[in-house]
């Protein structure tokens, strides 16, 4: 995993001083596990800037109710169980008027 982590680092660093004819000197580097990669100031912005940028995709917001930040796909809180937002909001009063089929009663 340390690999993987230090690779990725050393990838994006290298990416980006490409676009630097004089990329200047290390301002700071980062260790992962045995390893050192070593940033510029450039790949220093960049790489805040992509952190802040990022959005995870299981990140549907904040319950209105309790502000638990763990929606599920239906956008029904897992810390107090209730539907989050219009969309959860129209989920539940439609799941509270479906009556089954006569055949599955």
Known sequence: MEEQVAAALRQFAERLDGYDPAPGPPVASVRVGEQVVALRAPVVKAL????????????????????????DDNFVCADCGRPSGVFGQLLAERAARYEPPAELA
């Open 48 to 71: 805040g800037e992509a952190l802040r940028a990022y959005q995870d995709p299981r990140d549907r917001g904040a319950c209105e109710h309790c502000g638990g930040p763990r929606l």
